[in-house]
């Protein structure tokens, strides 16, 4: 009997104890709606607790060890460094949080120019700190730069890479880029023997346009000689090559071709011309095979190697004469 009048005078314990068992089956019963707004608004608590945990953190004075960049200022002044100084230094900085935040994302960088032999890293890197932050040590605190007279010169630029066809086409000329030149700065010792400035490399296997590319100039010193360009402009143009064979006559230049004979009078040659030229170059009577009348006078092999002409206007390459050298006779030397 103790123990039933106990539970009637505890019904709030017990509620409580059913509870337990019986939430999930009421959250199963609550409305998506709420469900949703309920999920909303514990991600907000979670939030604005974090946020107030990172402001208060904020507050406090830390210590933090950073590597620090510099920054080469090397393309003003009579000087120029023939070495370049250490690409970063060791730091230690003590403050705020928030101005310790403000000087990390501000990406901060050490200035190293030629004005002075040496650059006191502690005063440069001290300016640059916010309020509220102060330099406890840095490594190296000072740089002892290298330096010497510097020289401006103009010098080619040559591009460093391939621009090839598929087997059917060929480059109507050879790549050409604009400028042809760059200025370039620095110290003497370094560019006086550059003889001509790279690209970067570009390789192009199969063109049969029109190319036109900005091609960036490749920075191979590292920063120690300064161009006055960035980028040059990259032409070519391919088109459409055909292969054609046909027997082309020899022709005595230079004096009375009767007073000789060759053997043979007209010759085969295999050629490569553009698609819309074909038809021309196997009919126009100006692709033939002169020889000069001076050529045989001098000769004592009693052979002569033709030379070719080609028709005007027409792209005519790849030219392979058969037989490449010719026999004469009856030849009278004029007195």
Not at 68 to 94: F, H, K, W
Not at 288 to 307: K, L, M, N
Request: glycine content about 6%.
């Amino acid at each position: 009997m103790a123990s039933s009048d106990s539970d009637t005078q505890n019904p709030v314990f017990w509620e409580r104890l059913r509870s337990l068992f019986t939430r999930n089956e009421e959250e199963k019963e609550r409305p998506e709606g709420e469900k949703r707004r309920r999920a909303i608004a514990v991600v907000v608590c979670f939030l604005i607790s974090a946020v107030l945990w990172f402001t208060f953190t904020l507050q406090d004075t830390h210590t933090v060890s950073m590597t620090i960049p510099t920054t080469v200022q090397n393309s003003q002044g009579a000087q120029a460094l023939t070495t370049l100084p250490p690409e970063a230094v060791s730091a230690e900085v003590e403050g705020a949080g928030t101005a310790l935040l403000r000087f990390y994302w501000g990406e901060p960088r050490v200035p190293v120019g030629v004005e002075s032999e040496q650059v006191n890293v502690e005063n440069r890197l001290q300016a640059k700190l916010p309020g509220g932050a102060r330099l406890k040590s840095v490594s190296p605190t000072v740089m002892s730069l290298r330096r010497e007279a510097r020289l401006v010169r103009t010098v080619p630029v040559r591009l460093r890479g391939t621009v090839g066809t598929p087997a059917t086409h060929d480059l109507m000329h050879p790549p050409r880029i604009q400028p042809d030149s760059v200025r370039i700065s620095g110290a003497r010792s370094l560019v006086q023997d550059i003889e001509a400035w790279p690209t970067e490399r570009i390789r192009i296997k199969n063109l049969t346009d029109s190319l036109h590319r900005r091609v960036a100039l490749s920075d191979t010193l590292g920063g120690l000689v300064t161009r006055f360009t960035e980028s040059v402009a990259l032409r070519a143009q391919a088109r459409q090559f055909t292969e054609g064979i046909r027997s082309i006559d020899v022709r005595v230049t230079g004096g009375p071709e009767s007073s000789v004979t060759l053997d043979p009078s007209s010759i085969r040659v295999r050629y490569r011309t553009l698609v819309e030229d074909f038809q021309q170059a196997q009919s126009t009577d100006q692709f033939y095979a002169p020889v000069s009348y001076g050529q045989i006078r001098a000769d004592t092999s009693g052979r002569v190697d033709p030379r070719l002409h080609t028709p005007p206007g027409l792209e005519i390459r790849d030219v392979e004469m058969y037989p490449s050298a010719l026999r004469y006779y009856n030849f009278v030397a004029d007195s």
